[in-house]
């Protein structure tokens, strides 16, 4: 009897990956996170982290932005906020934003007029954050 080895294959994906014309904003109040965050990305053009959501929003307005990952849970504007504020912006139609949460449960009592264009769970993992920012 001959048995065969049935072998998966996963993709990992690295920051590498990411086209290099992709500019991304990261927004985050977590000092810790957005270290993790900017060392992932170290060296990569077009990527900004703000822990303070107002600049973020600031420079989303006045600078090409592709994607946009903030946290939820933030003292002065929540994630919320934020993707409210890009999606009524005619100007940032074509901006996609994900919410980067340790509490998906968060994103379920919300049923708001826009919604995320994805979830990225924390703590962030650099092969599913790639993988979504490929398939955006």
Do not use: C
């Not at 600078?63 to 002065?76: A, F, G």
């Amino acid at each position: 009897i001959e048995t065969k080895t049935l072998i998966s294959y996963t993709a990992l994906h690295t920051v590498k990956e990411i086209p290099t014309a992709l500019s991304i904003v990261f927004i985050d109040d977590s000092k810790i996170n957005l270290f993790f965050i900017q060392q992932l990305f170290k060296g990569r053009k077009l990527t900004e982290y703000f822990l303070d959501p107002q600049e973020a929003l600031e420079f989303i307005k006045s600078n090409p932005v592709d994607v946009v990952i903030t946290d939820l849970k933030m003292p002065k504007i929540s994630g919320w906020e934020i993707l409210s504020a890009i999606k009524t912006d005619s100007n940032l139609n074509d901006t996609k934003v994900f919410a980067a949460t340790a509490e998906p449960l968060l994103l379920e009592g919300n049923k708001g007029e826009f919604h995320f264009d994805g979830i990225i769970n924390k703590p962030i993992k650099e092969n599913e954050l790639v993988a979504i920012l490929l398939n955006q």
